[in-house]
């Protein structure tokens, strides 16, 4: 079925043929259409779902914890200073080895205020043992939360969907909301093979010694490191069945390329245009963007970038002290692989929602363009001072 609705809107009908079970909810701009929504599927009956009112964004966190434990597919949604105070519960859903999906709408980390978008929020939990998927357009933002919970389920590993503030949250696009039916045939019921029961008593996150602790981090990343063939092999199945398909990136023109732009999310939609005015001038560019962040797509970065002579990377973050964070991904992905490797630009573009327009991306590769290599790690684009 067809329908225009806004990416929030997305989120919560990716969970409703996705047969959540439970939701914990705790408003937050530009988040809070998303719980919203939700909320009126479970009162209206459509969604059969426990429905929770929390006091924190902590809280919702550690309530869907506890939901996942006891074997329901759960859901949660938060934004910037909400992700920020689920912090140490970020931390306990990986470690619990819990597959709960969170959507992010990526929103600036204040002080200054700001609501607008970019994707420090998401980036700040790089570490913690969540994968990320940074979506393009509405479509994927339905689609990455039914794949967010096939691939989470099968690696026991959460998912964070993020959407970018306004940009998607708040625009309306056509969006095509596949039957439920449909998605049962993708998304079986989940059932955990250990959970909390009466009838079975186990521990759970019980006192870790450094006899055994380190074994558990060994586990998790030996799932990060499965969860990469399967999220492409759930994404061809996702193509056979709904006719959409998603892999860790998206290519962009880039046979034949000698330059390759790199970036993610929305930006990417605004990208497309800038390579199709420069590649009508002669200039052999491509795009490649990142779809799935953790785990980290390595394999594709190297088999894009090897034998291109510059690569561009558009960071709507900063690491501060170091550069923006996809580009010193990037930079880290090549050390251990042979072959001739492109000069690598990092710009850093669109920090609080500020517009990174087909102009700006088409300046940051002309700029790229005149030099041999890049100065410095940081090259900002639009800083006014």
Not at 4 to 32: K, W
Not at 261 to 287: C, E, M, W, Y
Request: glycine share 8%; proline share 4%.
């Amino acid at each position: 079925m067809g329908k225009v609705i806004l990416g929030n809107h997305a989120v919560s009908y990716g969970v409703l043929v996705s047969r959540v079970q439970t939701i914990a909810a705790y408003p937050i701009t530009p988040q809070t259409l998303i719980v919203e929504r939700l909320s009126e599927m479970v009162a209206d009956g459509e969604l059969d779902a426990i429905f929770t009112k929390v006091e924190s964004e902590h809280s919702a966190l550690a309530s869907t914890i506890g939901s996942s434990s006891v074997g329901a597919r759960a859901f949660t949604a938060t934004s910037s200073q909400g992700l920020a105070l689920m912090h140490e519960m970020i931390h306990w859903t990986a470690g619990a080895r819990l597959p709960i999906v969170l959507a992010n709408v990526n929103r600036a980390m204040a002080p200054g205020w700001n609501i607008w978008t970019d994707q420090n929020d998401s980036l700040s939990c790089r570490d913690t043992g969540w994968m990320q998927v940074y979506c393009q357009n509405n479509q994927e933002v339905l689609d990455s939360i039914i794949m967010g919970y096939k691939v989470s389920e099968q690696v026991l590993l959460p998912t964070m969907v993020s959407l970018d503030a306004f940009v998607l949250s708040h625009t309306a696009e056509n969006v095509d909301i596949p039957d439920v039916k449909l998605v049962d045939k993708y998304l079986p019921p989940y059932k955990p093979e250990i959970k909390m029961d009466i009838d079975d008593p186990r521990s759970f996150g019980a006192l870790s010694s450094p006899d055994n602790y380190m074994e558990f981090r060994y586990k998790m990343q030996e799932a990060m490191d499965k969860a990469e063939d399967i999220i492409i092999k759930e994404g061809k199945e996702f193509e056979r069945i709904f006719g959409r398909k998603y892999g860790m990136v998206e290519e962009y023109r880039t046979e034949g390329a000698e330059i390759i732009l790199v970036v993610s999310a929305t930006i990417a939609s605004t990208a497309r245009a800038s390579i199709d005015s420069l590649r009508a001038k002669g200039i052999k560019i491509g795009l490649l963007r990142i779809r799935v962040f953790r785990p980290f797509p390595v394999k594709d970065i190297a088999r894009v970038l090897l034998n291109k002579k510059k690569a561009i990377v558009i960071d709507r973050n900063i690491s501060y002290g170091k550069s923006g964070i996809f580009f010193d991904e990037i930079k880290g992905a090549f050390y251990n692989i042979e072959g001739e490797k492109p000069k690598i630009f990092g710009y850093i573009a669109g920090l609080g929602g500020r517009d990174v327009t087909p102009e700006a991306i088409s300046d940051m590769v002309n700029d790229a363009m005149r030099k041999d290599k890049p100065e410095k790690d940081i090259i900002w684009s639009g800083v006014k001072l």
